[in-house]
């Protein structure tokens, strides 16, 4: 192997290695909203709000204090603080996280698309 087939092997190999870890894709759980807030006599239904991440409602009323609702029933700290999960239903949401580098290639397949290699 020549010297310069190793340098363009070492300088694929680290643009490709940077394109990794530089941008990846995340999967995270998200819940479905309810079709309708709980209705709990004594909790106005405009203050309830769903929160997807978590798999709760939130009451949150003006000078009042914080209410959760979750799994059925009503509670004084949110899901996250209880150790539970919920049991509402769950859909999958993929968000992607753009690099800041430059890097020239796009992926498996990309091919190095700079100037001087067929690019």
Request: hydrophobic residues 25%; aromatic residues 14%.
């Amino acid at each position: 192997m020549t010297k310069t087939n190793k340098l363009i092997y070492v300088l694929v190999g680290t643009l490709l290695a940077g394109n990794l870890a530089g941008c990846s894709s995340d999967e995270r759980l998200v819940y479905e909203r309810p079709s309708s807030p709980p209705d709990i006599p004594g909790y106005d239904e405009q203050y309830w709000e769903w929160d997807e991440e978590d798999g709760e409602w939130e009451y949150d009323p003006p000078g009042g204090a914080r209410w959760y609702f979750y799994n059925g029933k009503l509670f004084k700290s949110s899901i996250k603080n209880s150790g539970l999960t919920s049991t509402a239903k769950t859909r999958s949401s993929f968000t992607s996280v753009k690099s800041s580098s430059s890097s020239k290639l796009s992926g498996f397949g990309g091919g190095f698309k700079g100037g001087g290699f067929g690019g």
